[in-house]
């Protein structure tokens, strides 16, 4: 077939909602947009490690320090799976991992944002995890079948940490009156930098029309984003919290919430790298990469020396 | 009389134990995100994720023998290091991957065979317990065996920095088979495990792999130990103080 008729045979599949597959003849775009979005995720669920694992020590019960410990966990297991994915398109985990500490490649921008108090560690799986699967349940009728398998697996875990993250928020907003303040402020700070996780306006978003076309996208950012404001209202009304957003109103006639304005500054600010914390990340992740390197020069030095004893042998 | 003295011993015991777990499940929880690749960040966690569960179970039987109200978490985040009755091996700082596996190798050793007995322990409390957390160290010793193959018999490096490790353990380690008369009177019950029993099957192990490793047995020129009196190193406060902090800042709250 000449490439033509196998770009034609790819969007007829694409068309007739058939998932493509790793052996599968695609376009270079594709590829190449694949392997940006998945890595991006894949880095996202690492660097999330940091503001969480920043808990874990601190964990004020051994009850919440084991859910924490597990979650990190997961996390980590998350990425593993999407570095696997993304490895399927012909890209190498090390060849993800220089472009993450080079800065060429992204994560999500809301990691750039501390985890001050202890109940950041609710906001966080409550909220972020909360458009996160906003996001991913979309997701798993993207169109290439190893990224959609993963956001159906990884979506299991993820709606458990948002419920352990609630039920944590729950039990600050039940204690004493200090609790609910913690609770309040980390919604007050978390609240936005949740709501720019779905990325800019569909009208301002760089990839999006693309991604829509090759249905690695299946819904804009914006409708994402509403699905996600109009289901969190019941829930911070649950809590007793006050909304952080002073212009949320139902509006019978959308069906939807109306909603105040994202700082948009603040987005481009955070995401071109003065957030809080992007450096202390990225600076992270390289120093515990360098320090490791001792190790897995160990590990492939000792595997070579015992395939020398076996042919020896 | 002799009911009662065996019931305050073996909350005693019960508490010995759930500290070592709660001080090493915090050594190695300090990995998350620190390790020298995903895959390591993953293992430790979960291995920590396992000491923290021992804890639990442990502190839950002191408070149930107790039976004055307290809970695990006023065990673990209401007692100041000179209550801490932990072995010393597990305050230590985690030190480099090399110092951290040392460590959890020669720990998952003592523990492998201290379960397997504990498991026998005429209090079925305990024998429960040791019979879950036994199936855990067995895992745990596989991986730690096999890190210590590796980095002995690595590179130039990382022979260096285990043996490093291995040495600067070593002394540290001679208190894990000592009994002090809590301990013994336990014993004699039928309720503790006798330690002293488990030093030369944990030798011949340890011995056997440090050859293996290309690692070279450390002298038995040096001990430290006090561990189960509360006479702890410099380090414990450290780890107590973080551990606690939050849980201390707001007295009598629920989590």
Known sequence: ?313 | MAEQNTRQDTLEYAQRLGDDAVVLGHRLSEWCSNAPFLEEDLALANTALDFIGRARMYYGYAAELADDGRDEDDFAYLRDQRDYRNLLLHELPRGDFAFTQARQYFIDVYNQLFLEELRQSADERLAAIAAKAVKESRYHLRRSRDWMLRLGDGTEESHRRTQTAVDNLWGYTHELFELDPLEQRLVDAGVAVDVAALRDPWREQVGTLLDEATLRQPADDWAVRGGREGYHTENLGHLLTEMQALHRAYPGCSW
């Open chain 1, 1 to 313: 077939m000449t490439e033509d008729e196998l770009e034609q045979a790819f969007y007829r599949r694409i068309e007739n909602e058939e998932k493509i597959e790793p052996k599968d003849w695609m376009p270079e775009g594709y590829r190449q947009n694949l392997i940006r979005q998945i890595s991006q995720h894949a880095h996202s669920e690492v660097i999330g490690m940091q503001p969480e694992g920043n808990w874990i020590t601190r964990a004020p019960s051994l009850r919440r320090k084991a859910i924490l410990l597990a979650k990190v966990q997961d996390e980590g297991g998350h990425g593993l799976y999407l570095y696997s994915t993304a490895e399927t398109l012909g890209i190498s985990r090390a060849e993800m991992i220089e472009a993450l500490q080079s800065c060429k490649a992204k994560y999500a921008s809301i990691f750039n944002y501390p985890a001050q108090t202890w109940a950041d560690v609710g906001a966080i799986g409550w909220l972020v995890d909360g458009a996160a699967i906003v996001n991913q349940v979309s997701l798993q009728r993207t169109s290439y079948g190893p990224y959609s398998r993963s956001m159906i697996r990884i979506c299991k875990e993820e709606s458990f940490h948002q419920r352990q993250g609630y039920e944590l928020m729950l039990t600050l907003c039940r204690g004493t009156e200090e609790q609910k303040a913690m609770a309040q402020d980390a919604l007050n700070r978390f609240y936005w930098p949740a709501l720019m996780m779905f990325g800019p306006h569909d009208s301002e978003s760089a990839h999006s029309a693309k991604s829509m076309q090759w249905k690695i996208k299946r819904e804009s950012n914006d409708d994402l984003r509403q699905k996600f404001i109009d289901q969190t209202v019941p829930q911070i009304e649950f809590l007793g919290l006050e909304h952080p957003d002073k212009d949320i109103r139902w509006n019978e006639e959308r069906g939807h919430y109306d909603h105040g304005e994202i700082d948009w500054d603040e987005f481009y600010r955070v995401i071109s790298g003065n957030g809080p914390c992007n450096r202390q990340r990225i600076q992270h992740h390289i120093r515990v990469h360098e320090e490791g390197a001792w190790v897995r020069d160990a590990m492939s030095a000792y595997q070579q020396k015992k395939r020398q004893r076996a042919q020896a042998a």
